[in-house]
């Protein structure tokens, strides 16, 4: 491949000493990323999963399992958080780590800029993908756009062999003195971070550490003999002088990335340099992409060399600081470009990308290179070598005529809609009248004033239809949909629901096609209940002021599950303390079983996922699973409960007093334990043996709380049916490991914990104010 280098540190001579020892393996780049991370040896990594780079964690948490590597893994509740574990971390002098994507980015943003603005290294490999919405988790740069503006270094990996390579560079950039800035390394979400090539990984720890070198000793707040202030409030003037600093420290960067990339080649053998020049010595055209796609348009440049054409390619390895110089002198003798974004600047005429490169050349007043915008690949639309010959075919053009023809921005690879045709139409709107069947009646005990239910016979619900239509693209044995059908069993009237994202979500409203036969509403994991809030809120105060004639007190339900009540507590516990008419429904199914079953706080101690696996070093999970339905019943709402998808009629009537709760009185929230084959590792049909033995060995107990009084709803020592833990984690193959002599310890501490929440149920069922 005809690479070179278009910028080069002054006085850094050639590369001579031979690399250092390394092997070939065949890997993605998020194994690559994960490799580095291993081989930098990282003091600690804050995570949150997320579609496409919770394989970087997934690896991680692999490798460590076995042995291989001692970083401190720290899962936080959502990308926020883990960004703020991120940013304690570094803030304690060591190296860390973050891997993130699309929202889970956006997510974060807002500590990005006090991580740069308070000069604080780290590193954070992004995963590029699609911001939504709508929803999209294929592959694009619109994630990471919105960062450019942050403060952190960023640096591009085109292939695997980048991602691993320039996560070494970033330590050496971000820890320069001359610059102490976060750095982050993009590299293509589902193209590069899953596509797999023989990299070449490095074989030499002690090497390896002796390039990185020691992490300088800056100001710490652990270091008590010198107490100072991090993150001091700051107004003008100072705030100024601050971003002074930040700004000459990203331009000392100009010069360090070059010097480190040299440093680099030295090391590997392998060149990187700012700019990426791709036979481009004689080239009177050129396309300008970043990451994967440009090498798409390098092998497009070389069939058209042999027919004669003088074309070639440049894309950045490095985004922040923008190589403005670097770009004028590359573009010195072209005639055209077709600048690629795979993200816009909505209005802007162009996306980042482009407006930089257009913005750099006006500077040169000798350089009269025509421009042309094209945004591609958007929601991870493939860009093949036919879409690489059409950016060279519009600037060949734009060249001969001499000018930059309209449409000078435009989309590329966008299909134009026709008159009348649309999304097909699915099934009709479910009415009322067919679904409210009188299922439950609920009355009120004049004696202790709870709410009394009384069930239709189960053959006759049978007869009611589903809100949801089948034809969802669930797995085998999934627990979502039985447990869902049995809560629309009983809901009667108007219902209208909002899913946060998830397995259930994901699966039945794949566009154009949807499965909800009634109003449904998506937003993500960190704020569902805060969206629905504003909904149930506008429904009444439009029926106050007589905007909206009212309609038969719908009933507004939230569905989450696959860890929503981690990164999404803060907004639940808002609107429950709000105490919004409205109904919480979390499907139990004990980790983000959406992105491929990681770790989540609903995570039971010791249970294996992909980011808490189970090897020689570690036995899983290192701490218990988070008690949601107790945390809402401290919140004093009138109706929290249990239930599990195997109890259908305790599930039902726990459902109809829930709707009468929030229809009347306020927020109600339960908990049902969801049956999840898949990934607890058990046969499509195994339900209901797992969920029987999860509710008799009193690790999931049945109650509820109304009022604040809690009910028992079923005592398996009671009815002769109390089991050992043993006996429910022995069904399951992501908890096998748990009940072997090797983790001895380890059950009983499980047992001992599961003892000591059931007690305190019991207590609180026996207790007349509890």
């Known amino acids: 491949m005809n690479t070179q280098a278009i910028a080069q540190a002054p006085g850094v001579a050639p590369a001579a000493a031979a690399p250092v020892r390394q092997r070939i393996e065949f890997r993605s780049g998020n194994e690559a990323a994960a490799l580095a991370a291993r081989d930098i040896g990282y003091h600690v990594m804050g995570f949150f999963p997320i579609t496409p780079s919770t394989e970087v964690a997934e690896n991680l948490s692999r490798m460590q399992a076995e042995g291989q590597h001692d970083i401190a893994m720290i899962a936080g509740d959502g990308e ?41 290294p780290m590193v954070l490999n992004v995963a590029a993908r699609a911001v939504s919405g709508p929803l999209d988790i294929r592959g694009d740069h619109s994630d990471f756009y919105y960062a450019l503006n942050t403060g952190w270094i960023v640096l591009c990996a085109r292939d695997p062999q980048a991602a691993y390579d320039l996560n070494f560079a970033a330590i050496r950039i971000g820890e320069h003195p001359d610059v102490r800035l976060p750095v982050m390394v993009v590299y293509d979400g589902f193209f590069t971070s899953h596509q797999k090539r023989r990299i070449q990984v490095f074989d030499d720890p002690a090497a390896v550490q002796r390039f990185l070198g020691e992490r300088p000793a800056w100001p710490s707040p652990l270091d008590t003999e010198h107490p100072a202030t991090f993150g001091a409030y700051m107004n003008d003037p100072d705030l100024i002088n601050n971003k002074v ?85 590359a573009l010195k ?112 005990d004049p004696a202790t004033g709870r709410l009394k239910v009384e069930l239709a016979p189960l053959w006759k619900m049978t007869e009611t239809p589903g809100r949801i239509a089948p034809g969802h693209g669930a797995c085998p044995g999934c627990g979502a949909f039985p447990t869902l059908h049995q809560i629309d069993r009983v809901l009667e009237g ?77 907004a639940a516990l808002g609107a429950a303390h709000r105490n919004h008419r409205m109904m919480i429904l979390e499907y139990d199914n004990q980790g983000y079983m959406n992105t491929g079953a990681q770790l989540s706080y609903s995570t039971p101690f010791a249970h294996r996922t992909s980011t808490s696996e189970v090897g020689g070093a570690l036995p899983g999970k290192r701490y218990h699973h988070k008690d949601t339905a107790q945390i809402f019943a401290s919140c004093h709402l009138p109706y929290v409960f249990t239930a599990s998808e195997g109890y259908p009629e305790d599930l039902m009537r726990k459902v109809a007093k829930a709707q009468y709760y929030a229809k009347r009185e306020g927020l109600v929230y339960g908990k049902i334990l969801s049956f999840c084959p898949l990934n607890w590792r058990t046969a499509d049909d195994a339900a209901e043996p797992v969920l029987q033995a999860a509710i008799d060995s009193c690790f999931f107990p049945l109650y509820e709380v109304e009022h604040g009084h809690t009910t028992l709803n079923y005592d398996p020592e009671a009815a002769g049916r109390r089991q050992p833990v043993a006996d429910w984690l022995k069904l399951m193959g992501k908890t096998k490991h748990i009940v072997t002599p090797a983790n ?20 609180m069922h026996e207790h007349p104010l509890l």
């Not at 100009?254 to 090391?267: C, K, N, S, T, Y």
């Not at 994991?525 to 909904?535: D, V």
């Not at 914990?753 to 007690?759: A, F, G, L, M, Q």
């Open 80 to 120: 926020h958080g883990a960004a703020g574990i991120c940013y304690g971390a570094a803030l304690g002098g060591g190296r860390v780590l973050n891997a993130t994507s699309s929202q889970g980015l956006l997510y974060a943003l807002e500590q990005l800029p006090v991580q740069a603005g308070t000069r604080v």
């Open 245 to 329: 600093q930040l700004s000459q420290a990203m331009e000392a960067a100009r010069g360090v990335i070059p010097q480190v990339f040299a440093e680099l080649e030295q090391f590997t053998g392998r060149p990187y340099a700012v700019l990426d020049s791709y036979r481009m010595d004689d080239a009177e055209v050129a396309q300008i992409l970043i990451n994967s796609a440009a090498e798409t348009a390098k092998e497009v440049a070389d069939a058209l060399r042999e027919e004669g054409r003088k074309v070639g390619v440049l894309s950045p390895n490095v985004m922040r600081p923008f190589p403005s110089e670097e770009f004028r002198r």
């Open 333 to 444: 003798g072209v005639k055209a470009a077709t600048i690629g974004d795979r993200a816009d600047s909505y209005g802007a005429g162009g996306g980042n990308l482009s407006l930089e490169v257009r913005a750099c050349l006006q500077l040169d007043r000798d350089n009269d290179t025509l421009v042309l915008s094209r945004i591609y690949g958007l929601g991870g639309k493939d860009f093949v070598g036919a879409d690489a010959k059409v950016f060279f075919d519009e600037a060949a053009q734009a060249a001969a005529s001499q000018q930059a023809k309209p449409p000078v921005f435009a989309y590329h690879g966008a299909t134009a809609g026709r008159v009348g045709q649309g999304a097909k139409p699915g099934l009709p709107p479910i009415r009322v009248e067919e679904v409210s069947r009188g299922n439950a009646t609920v009355t009120t």
């Open 494 to 570: 108007d219902v209208v629901v909002l899913f946060q994202t998830g397995c259930a979500m994901v699966v039945t409203t794949g566009y154009p096609t949807t499965a909800h036969r009634i109003n449904y509403i998506h937003n993500l994991f960190q704020n569902g209940a805060a969206t629905l809030s504003g909904l149930v809120e506008m429904y009444h105060e439009k029926v106050r002021r007589g905007e909206l004639q009212r309609l038969d007190d719908p009933t507004f339900v939230m569905i989450t599950g696959d860890g929503g009540m981690d990164i999404g507590i803060g």
């Open 744 to 763: 001895a310890a380890v059950l009983e501490g499980i047992q001992g914990e599961v003892d000591r929440r059931w007690s305190r149920i019991k207590a």
